[in-house]
C-alpha cells in the first residue's frame, strides 16, 4: 500500500497537465523509485528478518525449504505485492499519457529497467534482513538505497548503475538505448546475485565462513565488475534523435516551429508572444521562434535570431512572452554590465529603463505599472523610439538617451 501511494502521489500532479509525453512518463518507472526502492528494501528485510531467522519453528537448520525453494517463494510474494502496488501507483499517468499524448510510444527498456531496479533493492533488502536475522535492520537498507537514490540525483556520476537520473529526458530525447541496457543488466544480476548469496546462507544455517565468503564473492564478481565499468565510463543518459518532426507556421514575419509532441500548443505559443512583436513592430533581433525540443542536436548552432522556446506539459506558453520582451528590451545586456540590477521602476538606472520597456513589450505596448517610464506613449511612437536607439537598447545604454514623449 506504502509503494502504490509513494507512486501514486509523486505522479497525481502530472495526472491534470493539458497534454503528456512519454519521455516523461517511461522515466517515471525508475524515477519513483527514489522513495519506493527504499521502503521496498526496507519490508524485504523486515520479511526476511521474521520469516527466516533460525529461531523461527518454520525455518529451522534441518528443514529442506530453508536454501532455494524458500527465498524463490518469498522474493515472488515480496515481487508481487510490492511490484505490483508500484504499477499501480504508475497506472493513471500510464493511462493518461496514453489518451494525451501527442507522438511516440512507451519506452518499454526504460520501463523495464525502473521495475529491475526495484527489484533489485527487494532482493538485497531482503538479502540484508537473511543476515542480520532480526527485522530491526530495517532501517540500515532504506538508509542504504534513500543514499543511492541521492547519489543517482546529484550527477550522472552512477547512472549506470542507480535507477534514478539526476534530470528526466524531455521531448527530442530518449534515454540511450546502449545505457538502458546494460542498466537493466546490471539490476539483473544484482538481483540474481543476492537472491543466491540469500539461498546459500539459508541453506548453510551451520557457520562455514570460509565457503560462504568464497560463495558470495563468486555470485557478486560480475554485478561489481560491471558496476566498476559503468561507474568508470560514464555514458551518454540521452540520445538525439535526428530531424525530429515539426509543425510550423508564420505570423507577421515571425516564424513559428515546434516538435510534432508539442503540435497543441503552436498556436498558444503565438497567441502568446504575438503581441509583444506587434507592439515592437518590424525588428530583426528575433526572426524565428523555435522549439527547444527541435535544436537538442545542435545547441551551439542555433542563430542569434532565433529565440528558443522551452515547452513543456507543466510550463505554459504564455511565459515565454517574457523573455521575448527581456530580448527585445535589452535585458540580456543589462545582466552582464549590472549584475547587481538597477533601483525601480520609472528610475533613471539603464536596467530600470530596460525593464520598463520590457514590460511596455510584455504586455502588447501597455504600460500596466504607473512608475513605468513609458505609460502613455502610443505605439508608433514607441516603434520609432526602439528603431532609432537600437544600439543603446542592446547594449543597456539607456540613460544617455531621451526618452520619447
Same mark, same amino acid.
Given at each position: 500500500m506504502a509503494v502504490f501511494v509513494i507512486a501514486l502521489a509523486s505522479t497525481w500532479e502530472s495526472l491534470s497537465w493539458p497534454y503528456q509525453e512519454w519521455q516523461y512518463t517511461s522515466a517515471q518507472f525508475h524515477q519513483q523509485t527514489a522513495l519506493a526502492a527504499p521502503v521496498c528494501a526496507a519490508w524485504a528485510a523486515v520479511v526476511a528478518g521474521r520469516l527466516t531467522a533460525p529461531s523461527r519453528i518454520f525455518a529451522l537448520p534441518m528443514g529442506r525449504r530453508v536454501g532455494v525453494p524458500v527465498v524463490r517463494q518469498h522474493l515472488a510474494q515480496l515481487g508481487t505485492t510490492l511490484l505490483g502496488g508500484y504499477l499501480l501507483g504508475l497506472a493513471p499517468l500510464v493511462a493518461v499519457t496514453v489518451v494525451d499524448a501527442e507522438f511516440g510510444g512507451p519506452d518499454l527498456p526504460v520501463m523495464v529497467s525502473g521495475l529491475l531496479g526495484l527489484t533489485a533493492a527487494v532482493t538485497v533488502g531482503y538479502l540484508l534482513g537473511v543476515l542480520a536475522r532480526t527485522a530491526l535492520i530495517a532501517p540500515v537498507p532504506f538508509l542504504l538505497f534513500f543514499a543511492f537514490a541521492v547519489a543517482g540525483s546529484g550527477d550522472d556520476t552512477y547512472a549506470a548503475v542507480l535507477p534514478v537520473l539526476h534530470v528526466d529526458p524531455e521531448l527530442g530525447q530518449v534515454e540511450n538505448p546502449v545505457m538502458v541496457v546494460f542498466r537493466c543488466a546490471f539490476f539483473l544480476l544484482v538481483t540474481i546475485a543476492a537472491g543466491l548469496i540469500a539461498a546459500q546462507v539459508l541453506t548453510h =544455517? #551451520?557457520?562455514?565462513?570460509?565457503?560462504?565468503?568464497?560463495?558470495?564473492?563468486?555470485?557478486?564478481? #560480475?554485478?561489481?565488475?560491471?558496476? #566498476?565499468?559503468?561507474?568508470?565510463?560514464?555514458?551518454?543518459?540521452? =540520445? *538525439?534523435?535526428?530531424?525530429?518532426?515539426?509543425?510550423?507556421?508564420? =505570423? @507577421?514575419?515571425?516564424?513559428?516551429? #515546434? @516538435?510534432?509532441? @508539442?503540435?497543441?500548443?503552436?498556436?498558444?505559443? *503565438?497567441a502568446a508572444l504575438d503581441p509583444v512583436f506587434t507592439a515592437r513592430g518590424p525588428q530583426e533581433q528575433v526572426k524565428r521562434v523555435y522549439d527547444r525540443a527541435l535544436l537538442f542536436a545542435d545547441p551551439l548552432t542555433v542563430p542569434e535570431t532565433t529565440h528558443v522556446a522551452v515547452l513543456a506539459p507543466n510550463i505554459p506558453p504564455a511565459s515565454e512572452a517574457s523573455f521575448v520582451a527581456d530580448k527585445l528590451a535589452g535585458i540580456y545586456g543589462c545582466v552582464e554590465r549590472y549584475p547587481h540590477g538597477g533601483a525601480e521602476s520609472g528610475g533613471d538606472h539603464p536596467y530600470d529603463r530596460a525593464r520598463d520597456l520590457a514590460s511596455w513589450l510584455m504586455h502588447g505596448g501597455h504600460a500596466v505599472d504607473d512608475a513605468n517610464s513609458f505609460r502613455g506613449l502610443d505605439t508608433d511612437t514607441m516603434r520609432e523610439w526602439m528603431t532609432a536607439h537600437f544600439d543603446a537598447i542592446r547594449t543597456c545604454s539607456l540613460d544617455t538617451v531621451e526618452l520619447p514623449s
Open positions: =544455517r #551451520v557457520p562455514r565462513p570460509r565457503a560462504g565468503l568464497a560463495t558470495a564473492a563468486t555470485f557478486t564478481a #560480475v554485478p561489481a565488475v560491471l558496476a #566498476v565499468l559503468g561507474i568508470s565510463t560514464t555514458p551518454d543518459l540521452f =540520445r *538525439i534523435p535526428p530531424d525530429p518532426p515539426r509543425q510550423c507556421a508564420e =505570423r @507577421h514575419g515571425i516564424e513559428y516551429c #515546434v @516538435h510534432q509532441g @508539442h503540435a497543441s500548443q503552436l498556436d498558444d505559443l *503565438i
